[in-house]
């Protein structure tokens, strides 16, 4: 079993940026791709960004194309979200979750491991 531990949210004005990241421990985190999804109060669970499991290929939502983006150090068994010009929109709790697959998934029922979640604030 892979447990997650999600840190580095936090309050920051709109433009600003976070950087969260996701550290692993339990079996080998190379061997599982990884997303981050997030919810926001009232609404349901959106995806966020995902990569592979070597770091090669990623997906982002259209939300947040061109201002985050993922990336991961399988030797420091972390993988982090840079969040650049963030918008009040992205006020959310974030967590990243992982699956033992090459591939990536939108949904989040196709992640097994879960993170207990960073809150990201953004405030005008």
């Known amino acids: 079993q892979v447990q997650r531990v999600e840190s580095g949210g936090g309050l920051v004005q709109a433009g600003g940026l976070l950087r969260p990241s996701c550290a692993a421990s339990g079996r080998t985190f190379s061997g599982y791709s990884v997303g981050w999804f997030r919810q926001a109060p009232g609404k349901e669970r959106e995806f966020v960004a995902a990569?592979?499991?070597?770091?090669?290929?990623?997906l982002y939502a259209d939300s947040v194309k061109g201002r985050f983006t993922i990336s991961r150090d399988n030797a420091k068994n972390t993988v982090y979200l840079q969040m650049n010009n963030l918008k009040l929109e992205d006020t959310a709790v974030f967590y990243c979750a992982a699956r033992p697959s090459y591939t990536y998934g939108i949904r989040s029922n196709e992640y097994d491991y879960w993170g207990q979640g960073t809150q990201v604030t953004v405030s005008s």
């Open positions: 990569i592979s499991r070597s770091g090669g290929s990623t």
